[in-house]
């Protein structure tokens, strides 16, 4: 079965790094792409970025331009998200999502990874 | 950056009634566009994609329709499980976006 497994808890300091990795399994990695999106306490949802596991091609959000970096690892079928320059307002739930290979349209996200509570803090 | 607005932000409701969402697009989105449920402490859950496509195992009482700018999540007869918040996404363009939500709450 389709399983999304993201890594655990973090806490930083402002202007830190995080990396959060995203392991997915019970299906062809490279068929698809990951999407991740973030959720700020009580807020609602917000897109990221994309990457596609088939070839690398990378979309990212305008508010994350400069900042973050998307990479998959083929040979463990993991996902990596990381953001750099972190602020308290990087605050938020990180989430993985299976997401189309090279397109979102005619997909949804289906398959999403528990999510990864990232604490910006001094 | 193609914006959704959707409508109501809340909707009190009783179970067993019908339910009504709007999202709206600042442009077309052709029919490229999903809905997702989320519970308190959960992760989001596709329930429509393509407008109007019912993910696997979604019950029939959830239907999507629309196209271009203006779509709605239905929900036929609501049960005790259905009162959540409500998302849609817009999957036209990049860098896809996410509607504000609207939260359908127990009257």
């Known amino acids: 079965q389709v399983q999304v497994v993201q890594s655990g808890a973090e806490v930083k300091k402002p202007g830190a790094s995080v990396k959060v990795s995203c392991k997915a399994s019970?299906?062809?990695?490279?068929?698809?792409?990951i999407s991740w999106v973030r959720q700020a306490p009580g807020q609602g949802l917000e897109w990221m970025g994309w990457i596609s596991a088939y070839n690398g091609n990378t979309n990212y959000a305008q508010n994350f331009q400069g900042r973050v970096t998307m990479t998959t690892d083929t040979s463990t079928s993991t996902a990596y998200m990381e953001l750099r320059s972190l602020r308290s307002d990087d605050t938020a739930m990180y989430y993985c999502?299976?997401?189309?290979?090279?397109?979102?349209?005619?997909?949804?996200?289906?398959?999403w990874g528990q999510g990864t509570l990232v604490t910006v803090s001094s | 950056e193609i914006v959704l607005t959707q409508s109501p932000a809340t909707l009190s409701l009783s179970p067993g009634e019908r339910a009504t969402l709007s999202c709206r697009a600042s442009?077309?989105?052709?029919?490229?566009l999903a809905w997702y449920q989320q519970k308190p402490g959960q992760a989001p859950r596709l329930l429509i994609f393509?407008?109007?496509n019912r993910a696997t195992g979604i019950p029939a009482r959830f239907s999507g329709s629309g196209s271009a700018t203006d779509f709605t999540l239905t929900i036929s007869s609501l049960e005790p499980e259905d009162f959540a918040v409500y998302y849609c996404q817009q999957r036209s363009n990049w860098p896809l976006t996410f509607g504000g939500g609207t939260k359908v709450e127990i009257k």
């Open positions: 019970g299906y062809t990695f490279t068929s698809y792409g």
């Open positions: 393509d407008a109007s």
């Open positions: 999502a299976r997401d189309g290979a090279l397109t979102a349209a005619g997909t949804g996200c289906y398959y």
């Open positions: 442009q077309s989105v052709s029919s490229y």
